[in-house]
């Protein structure tokens, strides 16, 4: 089967009931990134948090006071995989194809 539409052309909507929550937060957080913060940090910060994550959660089975260690890292990584593409877009530096496939392959 032959398809004529690129996957560029596709338009992603996502809607839950927090959806307007989320993009409020979202907004306001990229609004307060300083300069030095970058799509690509922001990516491979949340990559470098999703690995710590594992330890952690292991511990888990060994003193349940890890818990809280895992929720305060996870809220990081949500905020940082969250707002990474927003930054980008924000910024007008995004990579569409390439943001793409990082944020899929991480």
């Given amino acids: 089967m032959i398809f004529r539409n690129s996957k560029r052309n596709i338009e992603r909507k996502h809607f839950t009931p927090t959806t307007a929550v989320g993009e409020f937060v979202i907004r306001r957080i ?13 990516t491979y910060s949340a990559l470098f948090i999703g690995i710590l994550l594992l330890p952690v959660y292991y511990l888990i089975n060994f003193n349940l006071s890890y818990i809280w260690i895992a929720n305060i ?25 390439y943001g793409h496939y990082i944020d899929h392959t991480f």
């Fill in 73 to 97: 890292l996870l809220i990081l990584h949500w905020i940082s995989d969250a707002t990474d593409g927003s930054l980008a877009i924000y910024r007008k530096k995004s990579r569409p194809i």
């Fill in 30 to 42: 990229v609004r307060s990134y300083p300069n030095w913060v970058t799509p690509d940090l922001l």
